[in-house]
């Protein structure tokens, strides 16, 4: 079965960096999306970036386009999220979720269009 699993969260200060990594597992197709969300306290989860694996397609929210970078590493089969200049309001719990079917109408910034989510990595960022 599908498996995914976050780590790379943790505390830093305004301005400074954290790499999330997610590892999968148990995927069998070599065609589909990878989707990073948050979710502070009091928030809707919102999409992050989302990476289509096996082609070249990468989206950003506007709010980290610039700052963050979603990438795949193809030998360790995990799913980055390389976030710079990190302010107050990226604190918040990771995710990461795969969308493995095609076809319909979707949204990748849509919570819902994923199937399958990791456990989550909290990062928190200092002022």
């Known amino acids: 079965q599908v498996q995914l699993v976050e780590s790379g969260g943790g505390s830093v200060q305004a301005g400074g960096s954290l790499r999330l990594s997610c590892v999968v597992s148990?995927?069998?197709?070599?065609?589909?999306?990878m989707g990073w969300f948050r979710q502070a306290p009091g928030r809707e989860r919102e999409g992050v970036a989302a990476?289509?694996?096996?082609?070249?397609?990468?989206y950003y929210a506007d709010s980290v386009k610039g700052r963050f970078t979603v990438s795949h590493d193809m030998a360790k089969n995990t799913v980055d999220l390389q976030m710079n200049s990190l302010r107050s309001e990226d604190t918040a719990m990771y995710y990461c979720?795969?969308?493995?079917?095609?076809?319909?109408?979707?949204?990748?910034?849509?919570?819902?269009?994923?199937?399958?989510w990791g456990q989550g990595t909290q990062v928190t960022v200092s002022s």
């Open positions: 990476i289509r694996i096996g082609a070249n397609s990468i």
């Open positions: 148990g995927v069998t197709s070599n065609k589909y999306w």
């Open positions: 979720a795969a969308r493995i079917q095609f076809g319909g109408t979707w949204y990748w910034y849509r919570d819902s269009d994923y199937t399958h």
